[in-house]
């Protein structure tokens, strides 16, 4: 032996539980191969390629089993998409949302059906508008849009037989009731057939593209409200301007530097305008609930809600016995609006929501009672809760 000390190496620490695990999982799981994972993909497409073709040979089935009808309206199931969808809902499990795999299943019946004729469905226009946006999120992209220049005009389109449906905006979760909507009501024939609920984004759009050059800012009033404070804080000297529509706004203001609309973002790829800024809401949950107008009632999805347009008699407490009926069977009341009823000075109907279909029980038997307190009871539409 020498005089020298002999070192021992020490030992390596120990790997943090961490690094462990993740060092485990890449020798258990090697990356995979990219081509490989690319032809897996490509055959599930040629399956899914085949399996929609399949669909669509058994929706034309569907077809023949009717039998020669009028028109594509009169292949249309609202109610047998409702629980075609909710099923969907039902059994997802992910990666995709809910949401994402309702607009997917959508188009497919969207197409298959328009094998038969596209659907005809009027809404207010021009181009551009949420309420084609609506259209399209409940009829899809096969359906055949109609933009019109008025919501009065969308309820004649239908009633008179050149549009199949119709879609209206009703109410805003910030802003409230769209009373022109509710108005038509009060005359027209048309009974409501769905809904439809979209989470609307503003955006404020001009031709430059710089907020500095903005005076004026068109747009509709609901979607002026919608975004107030936005205004206040960022274009506190702008003059607003209400008009007709969403589109109308993108419309005049790809014609001048100094001018500016408030639209969603479709209106910009379908004016050519730039998006200044946006989401400009002033409510992160900003949604507006729309109507599908059709010329006759459906059958029951099993989840559903009814529209009524109540006349109460004059006399003290008509109102709470119209109601009393609803609430005694545990029936759930969304939503009750009064408006003038256009029959005389200071007489009033009620358009009230309610939970369940006019041909079930218990609202069947609620409805059978308030013709005791109520001096008219019209069914608006009985139609399938929207679906994600």
């Known amino acids: 032996m020498t005089g020298k000390t002999r070192r021992t190496r020490e030992p390596a620490p ?35 390629q085949a399996l929609i073709a399949e669909r669509a040979r058994w929706a034309q089935q569907v077809g023949k089993a009717k039998g020669k009808l009028a028109a ?10 409702a629980q075609v969808l909710r099923r969907v809902v039902d059994r997802n499990v992910g990666p995709l949302s809910d949401e994402v795999l309702v607009r997917l299943f959508r188009e497919i019946m969207s197409a298959c059906l328009a094998q038969q004729e596209p659907l005809k469905v009027g809404y207010l226009g021009p181009e551009g508008t949420f309420s ?11 359906a055949r849009g109609y933009p019109l220049s008025s919501i009065e005009e969308v309820f004649d389109e239908v009633a008179a037989g050149h549009a199949d449906f119709g879609v209206v905006p009703v109410e805003n979760s910030g802003q409230g009731t769209i009373q022109s909507t509710l108005d038509m009501f009060l005359s027209s024939p048309l009974k409501i057939c769905g809904e439809v609920e979209l989470h609307v984004h503003q955006y404020l759009l001009s031709r430059s593209g710089h907020i500095e050059d903005i005076e004026r800012v068109y747009s509709h009033a609901q979607s002026l409200a919608q975004c107030r404070a936005w205004l206040r804080q960022h274009l506190p000297r702008a003059e607003l301007q209400a008009l007709a529509s969403n589109a109308e706004a993108a419309r005049r203001a790809r014609h001048a530097d100094d001018a500016a609309a408030i639209a969603g973002e479709s209106a910009a790829h379908v004016y050519g305008l730039k998006i200044v800024a946006g989401p400009i809401e002033d409510r992160p949950d900003n949604t507006t609930r729309f109507l599908v107008m059709g010329r006759r009632l459906f059958p029951p999805s099993g989840h559903d809600r009814t529209s009524l347009l109540v006349f109460v008699q004059d006399q003290p407490g008509a109102l709470y016995r119209v109601l009393e009926p609803l609430a005694r069977r545990g029936i759930s009341m969304n939503r009750i609006e009064s408006r003038p009823a256009h029959t005389g000075k200071w007489q009033y109907a009620f358009f009230i929501d309610v939970g369940g279909h006019v041909d079930e029980s218990p609202l069947s038997d609620a409805l059978a009672e308030l013709g005791d307190f109520a001096s008219q009871v019209t069914v608006l539409g009985s139609y399938p809760v929207a679906v994600a």
Not at 34 to 41: G, T, W
Not at 72 to 81: G, L, T
């Open 72 to 81: 594509a309206v009169d292949y249309y199931r609202p109610e047998r998409e």
């Open 132 to 142: 084609q946006q609506a259209v399209l999120k409940h009829f899809g992209h096969s």
């Open 14 to 48: 120990a790997p943090k539980p961490e690094r462990a695990q993740v060092a485990a999982k890449r020798k258990a799981s090697p990356r995979p191969d990219l081509a490989a994972v690319r032809a897996e993909i490509d055959g599930i497409d040629r399956q899914i």
